[in-house]
């Protein structure tokens, strides 16, 4: 053991390292894609996912007829989001209001509402949007449910007040109408949304294409069969292979947690140590998958298809751009398995709540556990393949 | 020599000029020629003309700058200066009458050979009824007719390869050029290639043709030796190989490496170049090198002396050296603190080795063994093998059966023996991005070569290459034979006590593989056991020993002069009028492998002895009007006992035969 351990700090790891950031040196294309896509996804996400949602024709139907459900109406109002259109009586004038296309949302304000909520008790406000456009619909989800918890703030601090927000879909789709029901969302402006989740979304797609090219490019070149004629040992040369990855790709997460905080103003409120160590837990996740993708490819071109196959399901079903309570109902749990939607929640939550360990374990234990499983996995097959 | 080699031509040939448009008997003619690639002069002045029906061969090292050339008279390129005209036009206005390969011949793998033909046929437009005629015509020609409906993914190396002739010329030419054609092909298929081209030229093909081997050179009608831009030497293979006015003597001795450096401090003697288990000593004058050679190895007793024609290496060697003088090469620092293995002791073995893919038995029961201090050749056709059996032997790949011990050990993948190995494959030995200084430094690193040596080793492997003071530059900017020399330089740093080298020399020019020849005799006369594998014979000459292999059969091993002296039959050399169609009549009555021609000169393997077989020769092309001009022994080359080998092991069963 006290030899391997020897053999391992010696030259020839020292060797293999710099030859790795030599070649990385002269890879122009692979320092520009460690910065110019972040940078630009950032941007691009930060700025045009963030549409200006203003005047949405709110319909309204007020059974309660009671201060408090004018005051939830006007709290709509005052927001500039929704422009109230008109009242109706039933819930079913407001559908065929909605199914017309006359209106953007629909507010169902129950009889019960003053009286539970003076009560203390849970009440249900019903919001309707037109999913037609389901970007405006997430982002009117996002205002209606963030006017009313600021409103349960300010009515009762004792009793929770919660909207269940449904999806009016096309008249043909009816029947799949899902039930979304939206909590405590910090996320006021979707920009704040969004970063902390490209956040992970970067790290694990810019992880694993970098990481498959460099470590598909030898057995591309054939220079592999040269290096395994040396006295290299197999976990050197991954070793020597990774490390240099791991460390360029960490400047990433200072590369865009700047951008979010000089350019959209984003600030990390809890441990930014926290938040960097899960980074690199995610980076290393990244690179995992990178190394798995170069052990089931010859070339490089190959690796790269295989990542775009790979990437875009990660990042679409880990709840960094869209929330995960839009998946169906059976594809959610499969998302627990996704290392970015469990920093996307730690990224967030730090960011905004200022949380840590304490609240955020689950999550990052999770997330190591993810990124352990994918890196033995990947560096005991790349060996075998060696 | 002039370079315009034309102006000397004989009497008659200078009435043709008069009686005919230049550009008909002379189709192609460069002038001048230069081509500069920004500060990097690729092509500096270089005139020639090539006859009509003339196999014209650029001989030339990596670099050089034949495929510029190539590619000027293909009218991909214009050139910076000077002058090339095919037929009496530029290159651009000739491309519909040029036939062009180049080294990637672009056959569709998944198409039958049939279906080749046709389409490049159809790109040029041509009616159904002419493509059925032309390819007809000459897969009859090439011998391939019984291979029309197969895939040409599934052809041998050289059956591919006259595909791609054959589909070069269905547009029919009027002048061939071609790029290197056989590179990285067996001697089998190369002797196939060329069996080819030889009767297109003899119907008037102008055919030009590049190849950095000289064994293929003896084949043209005339050579230009080209090297760094510049074409040193134009002529008849005879004539250049006489132009030196020297003679070679071959010389077997007891210490050959002492004998060596002895005769190259002593008077009377023009150059020594070891070649395996005998040297090459070329001297001005016979009778008095002969006794130069015996005086100065009294000691060493001198077993055999032969008196034999200067070979194309040796008059290229000292072409160059008359040039650019020897390449110096300062001796390797060596700084080991461990003794060597004991000479004569076994550094690799392998017993009955084998190896399966599949279905596919690529090695079969191989036993092999290679001692400290010798150099063992590995021989073979491609797909005979021989890759295959050099990744097991150094623990690349894990045998299907058999044993291998390697550098006394059975754990081929354990560090400490991959400490005591060197490596260098053909290709891939370098990393193209760093530069050559960072690649030196890399291979010193994972070696673990002591710091304090480092940098003297690292210089060595710089003089050595001759590239002092262009440590900083991209190795892979470097043209290939640069780069095998640093690559051998990168694999010997470390003080191996066995060595794997795979085509150590393809695409390297003499005096560099000349250079390197010397240092890996010095390191087996060291005591390193090093193991070589090749498909050019001019490289097996050089090794002590040799192992053959076909269709992953062992089929010979020995010594190059006891192969030799091994094969069965005699080697007649007949110089007729009419080569050509002495080459048609004796191959319908003989095996085809046992007559092949070379240029203008025809071999003949025959059975019986010198005297009755000249005689049986010589009427049986008499009553078809052929006169014998001379006839006489000569002695086997490696190529002949390649290809007798390979024959031979086809008749006996072991390679199925190529339907």
């Known amino acids: ?386 | 020599m002039s370079a315009d080699a034309v102006t000397e031509g004989t009497a008659a040939s200078t009435d043709v000029f008069l009686q005919k448009p230049l550009e008909d008997a002379v189709p192609i003619r460069v002038r001048d020629l230069r081509k500069s690639y920004g500060a990097l002069e690729a092509v500096k002045g270089v005139s020639f003309a090539v006859r009509k029906g003339e196999i014209f061969g650029l001989i030339g090292p990596d670099g050089a700058g034949k495929s510029s050339i190539f590619q000027i008279l293909g009218g991909v390129m214009q050139p910076s200066d000077g002058e090339a005209s095919i037929l009496g036009r530029t290159p651009r206005d000739a491309r519909s009458m040029i036939g062009y390969l180049t080294q990637t011949f672009s056959l569709y793998q998944d198409l039958s050979v049939a279906e080749n033909l046709r389409y490049v046929g159809e790109l040029r437009l041509l009616s159904k009824e002419e493509i059925r005629e032309r390819s007809a015509h000459y897969l009859r020609m090439f011998d391939m007719d019984r291979f029309a409906d197969r895939l040409a993914g599934r052809l041998s190396g050289g059956m591919k390869q006259k595909l791609a002739l054959a589909c070069a010329l269905i547009a029919e030419p009027k002048v061939l050029l071609l790029d290197e054609p056989t590179t990285g092909v067996d001697p089998v298929s190369r002797r196939e290639f060329w069996d080819a081209l030889i009767p297109l030229a003899a119907r008037g093909m102008t055919i030009l043709v590049a190849t950095p081997y000289l064994d293929e050179a003896e084949r043209c009608h005339r050579i230009a030796l080209i090297h760094e831009g510049r074409i040193h030497a134009t002529g008849t293979p005879a004539e250049l190989r006489h132009s030196l006015g020297l003679e070679r003597l071959e010389v077997r001795a007891n210490d050959l490496a002492r004998a060596e450096e002895l005769l190259r401090k002593a008077r009377g003697i023009e150059d020594v170049q070891r070649f395996g288990d005998r040297l090459d000593v070329l001297v001005r004058d016979v009778a008095q090198g002969e006794r130069s050679v015996r005086e100065t190895l009294k000691d060493l007793n001198v077993t055999e002396l032969h008196l034999r024609e200067p070979t194309l290496e040796n008059a290229f060697v000292a072409t160059l050296r008359e040039l650019e003088g020897d390449v110096s090469l300062s001796p390797f620092p060596r700084a080991r603190q461990t003794g060597m293995p004991k000479r004569n002791t076994t550094a690799i073995s392998a017993r009955s080795l084998s190896k399966r893919f599949g279905d596919f038995q690529a090695v079969k029961g191989v036993d092999l063994e290679v001692r400290y201090g010798e150099i063992y050749g590995l021989l073979g056709a491609n797909g005979a093998g021989k890759t295959t059996t050099i990744k097991m032997l150094c623990g690349l790949l894990e045998p299907s059966g058999g044993t291998v011990t390697l550098a006394g050990e059975r754990d081929l993948r354990s560090s400490s023996v991959r400490q005591r190995i060197g490596y260098m494959s053909q290709k891939f030995s370098l990393y193209d991005d760093l530069t050559i200084e960072e690649n030196l430094d890399f291979f010193a690193g994972v070696y673990g070569v002591p710091r304090r040596e480092r940098e003297e080793k690292k210089r060595w492997v710089l003089s050595f290459s001759g590239l002092e003071g262009r440590e900083r530059q991209l190795t892979g900017s470097l043209p290939g034979g640069w780069k095998q020399r640093v690559a051998f330089g990168a694999s010997i740093m470390h003080e191996p006590e066995v060595l794997f080298l795979d085509e150590p020399t393809s695409g390297v020019d003499p005096l560099a593989r000349r250079a390197l020849w010397r240092m890996i005799n010095d390191l087996a006369d060291y005591g390193v056991a090093i193991l070589v594998t090749t498909h050019y014979l001019e490289e097996a000459e050089q090794c002590n020993r040799l192992g053959l292999m076909v269709a992953g059969y062992m089929v010979a091993q020995g010594s190059p002069s006891d192969l030799k002296t091994a094969q069965r039959g005699t080697l007649i050399e007949l110089i007729t009028d009419e080569p050509q169609l002495a080459m048609k009549i004796l191959r319908d009555e003989m095996e085809r492998w046992r007559v092949s021609l070379f240029g203008d000169r025809l071999h003949v393997v025959v059975d019986e002895d010198e005297d009755t077989a000249i005689k049986k020769l010589a009427d049986r092309l008499k009553r078809n009007g052929i006169d014998v001009v001379r006839a006489y022994r000569e002695p086997f080359s490696l190529e002949d006992v390649f290809i007798q080998t390979v024959e031979r092991a086809r008749r006996e069963g072991k390679v199925a035969p190529e339907d």
């Open chain 1, 1 to 386: 053991m006290r030899k391997t351990l020897q053999d391992f700090t010696n030259q020839r790891l020292w060797a293999l390292f710099m030859k790795e950031l030599q070649q990385i040196r002269r890879n122009r294309r692979l320092v520009i894609s460690l910065i110019v896509p972040p940078t630009l996804l950032v941007f691009l996400f930060g700025f045009a996912l963030n549409p200006q949602v203003r005047n949405l024709r709110l319909g309204v139907v007020d059974d309660s007829h009671t201060p408090e459900s004018r005051e939830l109406v006007s709290a709509f109002f005052e927001s500039g989001v929704f422009q109230v259109e008109s009242y109706y009586t039933s819930s079913d004038a407001l559908s065929r209001a909605l199914d017309a296309g006359d209106l953007d949302a629909g507010l169902i304000v129950p009889s019960n509402f003053a009286k539970r909520l003076a009560r203390g008790e849970a009440v249900d406000v019903q919001l309707f949007v037109d999913a037609v456009d389901s970007n405006k619909a997430t982002i009117a989800g996002g205002y209606a449910s963030r006017i009313i918890a600021a409103l349960s703030d300010r009515l009762t601090q004792a009793s929770p007040l919660t909207v269940s927000i449904k999806r009016a879909q096309p008249p043909r789709a009816r029947s799949a109408v899902p039930r979304v029901a939206l909590f405590y969302n910090p996320g006021l402006r979707s920009d704040w949304f969004i970063i902390p989740g490209m956040l992970g979304v970067l790290l694990i797609l810019n992880g694993s294409l970098v990481a498959a090219a460099t470590m598909v490019r030898e057995k591309e070149a054939g220079t592999v069969e040269q290096l395994l004629m040396t006295p290299a040992e197999s976990l050197e040369i991954i070793t020597a292979k990774i490390a240099p990855l791991f460390l360029l790709l960490s400047l990433d997460i200072w590369l865009v947690l700047s951008i979010g905080y000089f350019v959209f103003g984003i600030p990390v409120r809890g441990s930014l140590l926290l938040l960097f160590a899960t980074g690199l837990l995610c980076t290393l996740a990244g690179i995992g998958i990178g190394t798995l993708i170069a052990t089931f490819t010859k070339t490089q071109q190959q690796a790269q298809l295989m990542g775009f196959f790979v990437n875009p399901p990660l990042s679409l079903l880990s709840g960094a751009m869209t929330p995960v309570e839009a998946m169906p109902q059976w594809l959610r749990p499969l998302t627990n398995l996704n290392p970015v939607r469990h920093f996307a929640i730690i990224a967030r939550s730090i960011m905004f709540k200022g949380v840590g360990f304490e609240t955020l374990y689950p999550h990052i234990f999770a997330l190591l556990g993810i990124t352990l499983v994918l890196i033995s996995f990947s560096v005991w097959r790349f060996r075998k393949q060696l």
